[in-house]
């Protein structure tokens, strides 16, 4: 059973509106992963760090999404203001680090952007 | 960048029948391989990861074929059950230090009693 832990595991956001989610990694994993599956079932990575710091971010993370990994607390994934696109599963894993670490997965926070 | 292609989409087996999912990637760099299974309102769960070499692994009720030469993976479910209904992810990592995995659009199998 994943140790991944996420919150809440259903958010309703009006359009504009702010919507906040939050990810405890397995304990010793510094990797920390967001993901967006869409209905899809498409995955979309969004962002990634290593230990506090930044290892890679898409375009789309980096202007309405803001995450931070800060130490002794949860990470968190943050849209500034909704759209009805960003509907969707928010998935964050953890990993050790190392090329062939596995990579753990939460329950996901279900967004539903109205 | 790296594309991943998983077929089928969809796929419906009778209990006790065999079940073929495969991936093609494209990036030569890619060189470790996962699988994962989604039941609904659950986690992805870690069925099998696979190393840069032609190799075959077993698990509970599966096989797993890695064939780096046509850059194809494919995981078989060798006599299905109802409990094996769900979705299935195949995912890629490549070279590099962001250790980001590339997913497949996944399959969603459905087993019939």
């Known amino acids: 059973n994943s140790k991944v832990i996420q919150t809440p595991r259903y958010l309703v956001k009006g359009q504009g509106q702010k919507a906040k989610m939050r990810c405890i990694p397995e304990?010793?994993?510094?990797?920390v992963f967001w993901y967006q599956q869409n209905k899809n079932n498409e995955f979309k990575f969004l962002i990634n760090f290593q230990n506090q710091e930044v290892l890679q971010q898409i375009d789309m993370t980096e202007k309405r999404f803001s995450a931070e990994c800060p130490s002794n607390s949860p990470c968190s994934l943050e849209i500034q203001s909704s759209e009805a696109g960003d509907s969707a599963l928010y998935l964050c894993?953890?990993?050790?680090?190392?090329?062939?670490?596995?990579?753990?997965f939460g329950k996901g926070t279900r967004l539903t952007v109205v | 960048g790296e594309q991943v292609e998983q077929r089928p989409p969809h796929l419906s087996v009778r209990e006790g029948d065999s079940a073929v999912i495969t991936c093609t990637y494209t990036d030569p760099n890619s060189y470790y391989f996962f699988w994962y299974k989604q039941e609904p309102g659950a986690s992805l769960q870690l069925l099998m990861k696979?190393?840069?070499?032609?190799e075959i692994n077993e698990g509970q009720g599966f096989t797993v074929l890695l064939n780096k030469k046509d850059k194809r993976l494919s995981l078989n479910l060798t006599a299905a059950h109802p409990g094996d209904s769900a979705a299935y992810f195949c995912a890629v990592r490549i070279t590099g230090n962001t250790r980001k995995l590339i997913f497949g659009l996944g399959t969603t199998l459905q087993v019939q009693p």
């Open positions: 304990k010793g994993h510094p990797v």
């Open positions: 696979v190393f840069s070499s032609t």
């Open positions: 894993a953890s990993s050790l680090t190392g090329g062939t670490t596995e990579v753990f």
